[in-house]
């Protein structure tokens, strides 16, 4: 059966790669902005992902499984999106320096031929050492950090900053691979 991947997200693809070799991409158009967080971060990066899902599913005439997921960094139990423009991530990035934060992802995978959908999600702590300004604009310089939630990349020069790491390292890519994984074998 076809496999699809509802995101855009080059590091989405790659890191399915490592799971399914063939696969196709097709991006949802799903508004986020419907997404009503009400305080549960699970629960609103499980909807996202799941709405993301249900755009696809909804355009799709043969049966397939599709995989789609949602990340977002918090502190304080509040959300931190991508950065408006470079001040935007400066502030974001001081903000998790010296301290730790969570990472949410939302998976869902739906098989259309059982008609049978499972939604996870899952949670990494990381710890930021302290940073100077100049290391903050320095990385901003990169521009890596204006198209990332939190302000930066893990898997990328951003992952300088981070002094401790509690959970699926992966998750904080985009895509928890183990949590998947299971997923992808209870939908079979």
């Known amino acids: 059966m076809k496999v699809i991947l509802a995101s855009a997200s080059e590091r989405r693809q790659e890191l399915l790669s490592r799971l399914i070799k063939t696969f196709d991409v097709i991006v949802s158009n799903f508004d986020e902005s419907k997404v009503i967080f009400e305080g549960s971060i699970d629960r609103y990066v499980k909807d996202i992902a799941l709405g993301k899902a249900m755009n696809i599913k909804n355009k799709l005439d043969e049966d397939a499984i599709i995989i789609s997921a949602d990340t977002v960094v918090t502190i304080d139990n509040m959300i931190l999106g991508k950065p408006r423009d470079e001040e935007d991530a400066f502030n974001i990035i001081k903000s998790l320096q010296g301290r730790k934060h969570l990472v949410y992802s939302g998976v869902v995978v739906i098989n259309t031929a059982k ?4 939604q996870e999600s899952l949670s990494t702590e990381v710890t930021f050492s302290e940073i100077s300004d100049d290391e903050i604009l320095e990385y901003i310089k990169t521009g890596e950090p204006l198209d990332k939630a939190g302000a930066y990349g893990i898997q990328g020069i951003g992952g300088i900053f981070v002094e401790e ?9 985009g895509l928890p691979l183990n949590k998947l994984k299971f997923m992808l074998k209870e939908i079979q």
Do not use: K
């Open 165 to 173: 790491i509690r959970g699926c390292y992966y998750n904080v890519v």
């Open 115 to 118: 008609n049978l959908t499972i």
